[in-house]
């Protein structure tokens, strides 16, 4: 989401006039936008600042912004500590970033310092400017913000309250895609499968992936994230109907225990949760079912703990994120009894990443002889003398082949499983 986010930041500054450089050395204006969801990402830029004040220093024009969910909740209190910064904004207001361009001169002179941070009610109706990173696939955002408020997250404050996209302005994106070139979108949101709540329109979620089903040109679609609690029975009729959306469903768990769930604020119990991807994988038995999971949340016990890892053992997910808990400012997690020490959350998360490395692999494995379809993406980074794709259940393949056929489907059979990619050969 932050990624994208970059992109229209990027594709605000083009439309303005400006061109990227390859180092901040010789930029005019730098912007950095930030993540918030864990401490480790917002350690980030405190370092990234601490170079550009070197900058800045020989070079007094240079403007610096700061953007993100660290800008909306740290706010002024950036200034006081960067005083160098020019301009923070939030999330919600990446469209301000357009005047604070246009009227840059105005600024520097006086050497004002300005925020962007406030509600900006009709953020979701505007329409801006992108600078997409690939040529194959885009991000296409269908909602903003979350109202879920998971004790851990700090999503909600500093994205703000859930909104739909106008779907008019989904369509129009989409189609414009599909005239680039581009094969496959991914729809965007904290919680896709509640779209549609704020619209004048009656439109839910599986109605806008039948919507978008029908646009010539875009071969896949994916989406991210789905809530549990609002993953229903009409998407999984909808997936498994819809041959263009892909057959993989990143379905966040977060933790085993329902104790841990509940002080979550999660609203399912891990018996709920399994009998939903049990229902998806009866009627979508080749679906590939991705996970987050959070390790080491205030008050988790060894016995919580081993939920997590009979909860893993048990669905045999495709692949998962895990991270250690990490505290984050304004959360109600913060207030909880029963923080624990870093060394217990790491040891905790290793034993969840050795056990689902074993797994992944293992599921790998099975693909190994199979003939599946790959949506060529461009020339591995790791070998150039190889292209890379991914299938349609979302697992990354190696082959070899040309880059002018970047944007093509081919039949690849799978012939080594590795850890996290397939190596395979072309078959017609
Ligand atoms: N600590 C650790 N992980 C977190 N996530 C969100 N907030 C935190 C936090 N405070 C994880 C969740 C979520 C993913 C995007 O990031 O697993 O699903
Ligand atoms: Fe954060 Fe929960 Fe919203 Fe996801 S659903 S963004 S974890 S509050």
Known sequence: MNVHDSEKIS??????????????????????NTCNIRQKAAQKLYSDLGRLKIIK?????LRIAVAGCIAQQEGRSIFKRFPYVDFIFGPNNIDSLENWIKNGSQFTVHGSRLTALNDNPDYHTKVLPLNRIGRVKAWVSIMYGCDNFCAYCVVPYTRGREKSRPVKDILA?????AEKGYKEITLLG??????GKNLKEEMNFPDLLKVLHEIEGIDRIRFVTSHPKDFSEDLVRTVKDLPKVCKHIHLPLQAG????????????????????IDKLRLEIPKISVTTDIITGFPGETEDDFEHTLNALREIEYDGIFAFNYSKRPGTRALELPGHLDEEVKSRRLSKVLELQELITYRKNRELEGIILEVLI????????????????????????????????????????????????????
């Open 377 to 428: 993406e461009g020339v591995s980074q790791t070998d150039p003398e190889k292209l890379t794709g991914r299938t349609k259940t979302n697992k990354i393949v190696n082959f070899n082949g040309e880059k002018k056929e970047t944007g093509l489907t081919v039949n690849i059979k799978i012939l080594e499983a590795k850890q996290h990619s397939l190596f395979g050969e072309r078959v017609n």
């Open 173 to 177: 994106e989409v189609q414009d895609l």
């Open 257 to 276: 225990s329902d104790r841990v769930l509940s002080l979550m604020n999660r609203r399912y119990t891990y018996i709920e949760y399994k009998e939903k």
């Open 190 to 195: 904290q919680n896709v499968n509640s779209y």
């Open 57 to 61: 220093k020989q070079r007094p024009g």
């Open 11 to 32: 594709g605000i500054l083009s439309e303005a006039g400006y061109q990227p450089v390859d180092e901040s050395k010789k930029a005019d204006v730098v912007v950095l």
